[in-house]
């Protein structure tokens, strides 16, 4: 990770890489060797991770938006400590399973069948107390999962383990060979509780007394409820049910999936600028997600999550640095003053709006729906220009964001650099799809047909339109 240092990598590639080359090693360590590992190691591996990564500067953004996954707007940098714990908890989860295999027996054979449950048992704090080896490190594990994934039960739970002093009995024994082994078999297909006379054809009349008993320990338990309501560890033990393969991985995701709060904190952030919806904020997070060039894509997530230190966040850190603007030197340099508010930015802005509203017809404001409009796109714009008009709109915002500290930069030939290596990439995106080469070129013909004739009437740099001509010769478009 130091060589990285040198290399003009994204963040987004930076990210890439260490899943690609150093995270595989370690998940590896962690799958075979099954010994304790001190949670302030895991601090310091992902300081490492981060550091590398982003650099060693002050954070900009929480550990939740770090490590949650890149669809929910976060970074999506693995959490080496939630890989660990995600292992774990799959040795657990496979004792529910497997409880038939060498390994397991001699588990607990060693622990005197204490945990045998895996993530089913009734009474965590004394199996956490008594038990040793690896078992232990897992339960400890599972202890400080348990309450958010699972509650109480799980449909997977097997009928033996509601009866807290349960014993392997012939009652369980025979229930298991009637197909009756956890609690989604008391439940038909539509989620309603079988019914005790369905029951006792099933099983024979003469364990009244024993099925009368197991009805009485669902109902104390509120088992009927529990079924009406979303398990979030359900998910993974129905997998589980049917193959051991991607078992972690789904647990690492249940880990550091947290859609809500990831909306709570981009609301928060925006609250000086005007309330976000968070209908808005869903779809935000699904348009950057599908934004192609990775150069966008970091840019729409910085600008969502404030990345960018404005004068008035350094003035704050820095005692003594003045807080106003860079470029008027008037207004305090706040978010809103730095993108659409300064007198200089808006006059940049100006001249790329003339450009859109002469291409789409549309009259756009410079304001906060202008930068929302870059990512969701213009309902007064034709649906097959939409993508040009976001492009536009995104090649502004990286203009600023090149120059942000000297207007100098934000020049028109910048912005139409940057607009022409988007839609080139989209292009290219589109070249490498799956469908015959004709209608390939047909589409890219139609989509990008009014960016084609924008750039022939001389309105772009004079080397974009030698490059287009070439690109539409080689596409014979």
Not at 64 to 91: C, R, T
């Amino acid at each position: 990770m130091r060589s990285w240092k040198n290399k003009n990598l994204s963040i987004l590639s930076r990210i890439r890489a260490t899943k690609m080359f150093l995270v595989p090693k370690l998940l590896y360590l962690f799958q075979v060797i099954a010994l304790p590992i001190r949670r302030k190691w895991f601090k310091t591996w992902n300081k490492i991770f981060k550091n590398g990564i982003f650099g060693s500067k002050r954070a900009r953004t929480p550990d939740i938006v770090n490590h949650s996954p890149q669809e929910e707007m976060g970074w999506g940098i693995p959490n080496l400590e939630f890989y660990y714990d995600a292992f774990q908890l799959k040795y657990l989860i496979d004792i529910g399973y497997n409880d038939r295999s060498k390994w397991v027996r001699l588990e607990n054979e060693i622990n005197n069948g204490i945990g045998r449950e895996g993530i089913f048992n009734r009474n965590m704090q004394m199996a956490c107390k008594k038990t040793i080896g690896p078992r232990k490190t897992a339960l400890g594990i599972w202890k400080s999962w348990n309450m958010k994934w699972m509650p109480r039960y799980s449909k997977q739970t097997p009928l033996k383990y509601i009866d807290k002093g349960h014993t392997d009995s012939g009652w369980w024994k025979k229930l298991e060979e009637w197909g009756l082994y956890r609690l989604k078999d008391m439940f038909d297909e539509g989620g309603t509780l079988i019914t005790k006379n369905s029951l006792l054809e099933k099983v024979g009349k003469q364990y009244w007394l024993k099925v009368l008993g197991l009805y009485n320990l669902m109902k104390s338990e509120r088992i009927e409820e529990m079924m009406r309501s979303k398990i979030k560890i359900d998910d993974i033990l129905n997998k589980r049910q049917v193959t051991e393969k991607g078992i972690a991985g789904l647990i690492y995701k249940l880990m550091i999936r947290d859609k809500e709060k990831m909306i709570r904190i981009i609301q928060n952030k925006w609250e000086q600028e005007g309330p976000l919806h968070q209908i808005t904020a869903q779809e935000i997070m699904k348009s950057i997600h599908k934004i192609k060039m990775d150069k966008y894509r970091e840019l729409s997530r910085k600008f969502l999550l404030k990345w960018y230190r404005t004068p008035a966040q350094l003035a704050y850190i820095v005692k003594g640095m003045c807080p106003k603007c860079w470029h008027c030197s008037q207004e305090i340099g706040v978010f809103a003053h730095m993108w659409w508010k300064c007198k200089f930015v808006k006059e940049y802005w100006q001249k790329i709006i003339m450009v859109i509203s002469n291409l789409f017809q549309v009259n756009i404001e410079i304001n906060l729906d202008m930068f929302i409009s870059g990512i969701l796109g213009n309902s007064k714009v034709e649906r097959n220009e939409q993508d040009l008009y976001k492009i536009m709109i995104l090649a502004g915002m990286s203009v600023i964001a090149f120059g942000w500290k000297e207007k100098d930069k934000w020049t028109m030939e910048k912005w139409n650099d940057y607009v022409f290596e988007h839609v080139q990439s989209e292009i290219f995106a589109q070249i490498v799809a799956d469908d015959t080469w004709e209608n390939k070129c047909q589409k890219i013909s139609t989509k990008w047909s009014c960016y084609r004739k924008w750039i022939e009437k001389g309105e772009a740099n004079p080397n974009i339109q030698i490059r287009m001509n070439r690109l539409c010769t080689w596409l014979k478009i």
